[in-house]
């Protein structure tokens, strides 16, 4: 039986998911809690106590629930005065979730490129962006791989704006012994469905200001004071408020931190030992002196494989695997009409890797048995022998 049938024939194996949680009699019986007993004097117990540990965990002062990381971002943007004429750095190659809170504040999103190592906002290509209307740098830890957080640091201080992390996706990763989380005025995580730790959907905003994060709840609930009368608004704001079976399933994942994060960092592992093989390929890198906590693995083709995201997509299909495209350029995407012609040229990295980039299955159900399957099939379209 040749390579080709052997994977064929195995597809009769449970489907293999991209993304999905681990969840466990702990998170039931936290949530059965929340259930029974967290109403009336106790209505938001799971989210302040989500809230404090969390943002403990990461060494910030505040930890802030929202519904989602985009209200987060959002949240963010707003306290800090974002608003019309003002210019905010993102890079390419991430969901459009980091961008769209700009787009909100009727401000201006400005792309820059990726680094060709980690995939990261490139540093350069932000000094080169610059103008004196940036308000501000919102670096993303893209798939759990770290920004080089000092360079970016030091661009937002010497030209005095602000550094925001991206968090999302990348609960777990550690920077030259710093956790993810901890960088920047403000650090955003998502709890969606596909993340590490899930509430479902769900975000966390953390900050270490006092005024910033009294600015944030106050935006969060309305305009309204925490010592302020009964329904009395001063402001029109937002309704960003979680709730508290939500916190109760993120607090419970969040005391198994460890092994969910230990669970991801597996995954990598096997597959880069898998694929340790295959010249002339990447995967998600170690940041420097630090790890990462890979939320999902991401590979690069080199360019002496010829192969592109859609027609690796298209391959691994037929022969019953999924996988997912690297991010596209955000000012390719019709979302943003006119940008392509102006940032293709300046962001040489970010369209060039989307392009031969794809994302492997990384749901907390998949096997041993799977992965390799994933890289028989990775083997296979790229013309290596498999097992």
């Given at each position: 039986?040749?390579?080709?049938a052997?994977?064929?024939?195995?597809?009769?194996?449970?489907?293999?998911?991209?993304?999905g949680?681990?969840i466990?009699?702990?998170?039931i019986?936290?949530?059965?809690?929340?259930?029974?007993n967290?109403?009336?004097?106790?209505?938001?117990?799971?989210c302040?106590k989500?809230?404090?540990?969390?943002?403990?965990?990461?060494?910030?002062?505040?930890?802030?629930?929202?519904?989602?990381c985009?209200?987060?971002?959002h949240?963010?943007?707003?306290a800090?005065?974002?608003?019309?004429?003002?210019?905010?750095?993102?890079?390419?190659?991430?969901?459009?979730?980091?961008?769209?809170?700009?787009?909100?504040q009727?401000?201006?999103?400005?792309f820059?490129?990726?680094?060709?190592?980690?995939?990261?906002?490139?540093?350069?290509?932000?000094?080169?962006?610059?103008?004196?209307?940036?308000?501000?740098i919102?670096a993303?830890?893209?798939?759990?791989n770290?920004?080089?957080?000092?360079?970016l640091?030091?661009?937002a201080?010497?030209?005095?704006?602000?550094?925001?992390e991206?968090?999302a996706?990348?609960?777990?990763s550690?920077?030259?012994?710093?956790?993810a989380?901890?960088?920047?005025?403000?650090?955003?995580f998502s709890f969606?469905r596909t993340?590490?730790?899930?509430?479902?959907?769900?975000?966390m905003?953390?900050?270490d200001?006092?005024?910033?994060?009294?600015?944030?709840?106050?935006?969060?609930?309305?305009?309204?004071?925490s010592?302020?009368p009964?329904?009395?608004n001063?402001?029109?704001?937002?309704?960003?408020?979680?709730?508290n079976?939500?916190?109760?399933?993120?607090?419970?994942?969040?005391?198994?931190i460890?092994?969910?994060?230990?669970r991801?960092?597996?995954?990598?592992?096997?597959?880069?030992?898998?694929?340790?093989?295959?010249?002339d390929?990447?995967?998600?890198?170690?940041?420097?002196?630090?790890?990462?906590?890979?939320?999902i693995?991401?590979?690069?083709?080199?360019?002496?494989?010829n192969m592109t995201?859609?027609?690796?997509?298209?391959?691994?299909s037929?022969?019953?695997?999924?996988?997912?495209?690297?991010?596209?350029?955000?000012s390719?995407?019709p979302?943003?009409?006119?940008c392509?012609?102006?940032?293709?040229p300046?962001?040489?990295?970010?369209?060039d890797?989307?392009?031969?980039?794809?994302?492997?299955?990384?749901?907390a159900n998949v096997?041993?048995?799977?992965?390799?399957?994933?890289?028989d099939?990775?083997?296979?379209?790229?013309?290596?022998k498999?097992?």
């Amino acid at each position: 039986m040749n390579s080709r049938a052997k994977i064929e024939a195995s597809i009769i194996m449970k489907p293999i998911y991209m993304a999905g949680p681990w969840i466990t009699e702990h998170e039931i019986g936290v949530v059965e809690d929340a259930m029974r007993n967290g109403w009336y004097e106790h209505a938001y117990d799971y989210c302040e106590k989500f809230q404090k540990e969390f943002a403990s965990y990461h060494n910030r002062k505040y930890g802030i629930m929202t519904p989602n990381c985009t209200t987060a971002i959002h949240l963010l943007l707003s306290a800090l005065g974002v608003g019309d004429g003002d210019e905010v750095i993102l890079p390419e190659c991430t969901w459009i979730a980091t961008g769209a809170g700009i787009t909100y504040q009727r401000a201006t999103p400005v792309f820059c490129d990726i680094e060709p190592v980690n995939w990261c906002l490139d540093p350069q290509s932000v000094d080169k962006q610059i103008t004196p209307r940036t308000k501000a740098i919102i670096a993303v830890d893209l798939f759990g791989n770290m920004p080089l957080m000092d360079e970016l640091a030091e661009i937002a201080k010497r030209n005095n704006i602000v550094l925001i992390e991206d968090a999302a996706e990348a609960v777990g990763s550690t920077y030259k012994g710093v956790r993810a989380g901890k960088f920047g005025i403000g650090s955003v995580f998502s709890f969606h469905r596909t993340k590490t730790i899930t509430t479902g959907e769900g975000g966390m905003l953390l900050l270490d200001d006092d005024e910033l994060y009294e600015r944030c709840m106050f935006l969060r609930d309305h305009g309204r004071k925490s010592d302020g009368p009964m329904y009395y608004n001063y402001e029109v704001t937002y309704k960003y408020m979680p709730f508290n079976l939500q916190a109760a399933l993120g607090y419970a994942q969040f005391q198994r931190i460890d092994e969910l994060v230990g669970r991801k960092r597996e995954q990598l592992l096997m597959y880069r030992e898998r694929l340790n093989e295959i010249d002339d390929i990447e995967l998600n890198p170690e940041p420097p002196a630090g790890v990462n906590g890979a939320w999902i693995t991401g590979l690069v083709f080199g360019k002496s494989h010829n192969m592109t995201k859609l027609k690796a997509m298209e391959e691994m299909s037929g022969l019953g695997v999924p996988c997912r495209p690297f991010f596209y350029p955000l000012s390719s995407l019709p979302a943003y009409p006119g940008c392509r012609e102006k940032y293709e040229p300046l962001n040489p990295a970010a369209y060039d890797i989307s392009m031969r980039g794809i994302n492997l299955p990384g749901a907390a159900n998949v096997t041993v048995e799977q992965i390799d399957k994933v890289c028989d099939g990775i083997k296979t379209i790229l013309g290596y022998k498999t097992r």
